[in-house]
């Protein structure tokens, strides 16, 4: 799950104080729901913005997932971004999740 800002911004410390709240709660509701949607152990957040043409404020929120191998976890996650495309999730069960996920946020944050 990706969090893309609403405006330009290139770092955290750009965004204003009420950005900054809302935030902090939406990263909690977004972790919670991977979690309790995919079994999830905990959802991890990541911010580099450092590619060519992604030099804006987005954060990755990755659930991780009991089954991680141990050369994967943490930062090594990762690696799973060069898995040739038959070993990703197809577009139908991206779909899918994402449809329920967006469900059990709208209980969270009925105001998103």
Do not use: C
């Amino acid at each position: 799950m990706v969090v893309i800002a609403r405006r330009h911004v290139r770092s955290l410390s750009e965004l204003t104080a009420s950005e900054s709240a809302t935030l902090g709660p939406l990263l909690a509701s977004l972790s919670r729901v991977l979690e309790q949607e995919l079994g999830a152990r905990k959802a991890y957040v990541a911010f580099f913005a450092e590619a060519e043409g992604f030099a804006h404020l987005h954060l990755h929120i990755i659930p991780r997932l009991d089954s991680l191998a141990d050369d994967h976890q943490g930062p090594r996650i990762f690696h799973y971004l060069d898995q040739p495309p038959d070993g990703w999730v197809s577009p139908t069960a991206m779909d899918q999740i994402a449809d329920r996920l967006r469900t059990l946020l709208a209980e969270q944050l009925p105001n998103l």
